[in-house]
């Protein structure tokens, strides 16, 4: 399989990953700052959505 390298800005990146359009399983990060990046995006948007689903299951 043929490879593609490119460079997104964060905020692209972070919305890709919250709308589902990119899964951190579907790329590699070319050096620790950018791994250290993706996996701060990802932990946030864990915190979203653990925060989404407590909130959602208080009772009415």
């Known amino acids: 399989m043929s490879e ?12 890709l990953l919250k709308s589902g359009h990119l ?3 579907d790329f590699r990060c ?3 700052e950018s791994k250290a990046c993706v996996w701060r995006l990802l ?3 864990a915190a ?6 407590a ?3 208080l009772p009415l």
């Open 4 to 15: 593609v390298r490119m460079q997104l800005d964060e905020q692209t990146l972070q919305r």
């Open 23 to 25: 899964c951190a399983a």
């Open 30 to 32: 070319l050096d620790c």
């Open 43 to 45: 932990l946030q948007q």
């Open 48 to 53: 979203r959505q653990c925060e989404h689903k």
């Open 55 to 57: 909130v959602s299951e």
